[in-house]
């Protein structure tokens, strides 16, 4: 079955410093990869998305992600952080087939220090 | 260009009610999914509309129901409501064609008491 595995549940950096975010999916082909960041209480906002092509997306906010399909892996990461950024963060697979649903991880919670 | 909209923002409800979302979808899309975000969850897919059909559905219990209207707004309603069915409900719009983005609503909270 398709997952998404995000292993880091909280992350804690400081204002100014470089994000990296962790993102595993498992599936037997490539599929449509995206970033999305909920702010608390708000809907989804999508951040950047994979398809084909380039393997390292730009995306909104200041976010890039590289696909790394040897690794399974679809990390977001961020040069600086600012205090705005802090919310949660899900990787999410698409399977672009009948039903085009999107499968989430379980979210990496951002937490900002001043 | 009007985003996805949902109605109510919040709910509270009692264990065996029954309730109804709504969801009107962004300018020009012609297909709606709903979702369920448990706290602390990552969205769960529950089932998407296209053209008033239902097009897909993940692992939900028919008690999980859902309508598309020919404006392609949109109804996910919940019967016998559990305790577990308390979440944050989203719908997402887009255009079928695969490569769509979805854009998604800010969701209705839903308590069940």
């Known amino acids: 079955a398709q997952s998404v595995t995000q292993p880091d549940i909280h992350i804690t950096v400081s204002e100014g410093a470089s994000l990296e975010l962790r993102c595993n999916y498992s599936y037997g082909a490539t599929p449509y990869l995206f970033w999305y960041v909920q702010s608390p209480g708000q809907g989804l906002q999508l951040l950047l998305k994979?398809?084909?092509?380039?393997?390292l997306v730009q995306g909104i906010k200041g976010f890039e992600a590289e696909f790394k399909r040897s690794q399974s892996s679809f990390n977001l990461r961020k040069p600086s952080v600012h205090w705005s950024d802090a919310a949660e963060y899900f990787c999410?697979?698409?399977?672009?087939?009948?039903?085009?649903?999107?499968?989430f991880g379980k979210g990496t919670r951002l937490h900002i220090l001043p | 260009e009007t985003g996805v909209t949902q109605s109510p923002t919040h709910l509270i409800k009692t264990r065996g009610q029954q309730v109804t979302l709504r969801c009107s979808s962004q300018s020009g899309h012609n297909t709606v999914s709903w979702y369920q975000q448990a706290l602390g969850q990552g969205p769960q897919f529950i089932f998407q509309?296209?053209?008033?059909?239902?097009?897909g559905r993940g692992n939900f219990p028919p008690r999980f129901s859902g309508l598309q209207f020919p404006n392609y707004s949109s109804e996910l309603n919940v019967n016998a409501l559990e305790l577990d069915d308390s979440a944050l409900y989203l719908c997402a719009s887009s255009n079928r064609g695969g490569l769509e983005t979805q854009y998604f609503g800010p969701g209705t909270r839903l308590l069940v008491l």
């Open positions: 509309y296209y053209r008033e059909e239902e097009n």
């Open positions: 999410a697979v698409a399977l672009m087939n009948r039903d085009d649903k999107i499968i």
């Open positions: 994979y398809f084909s092509g380039d393997t």
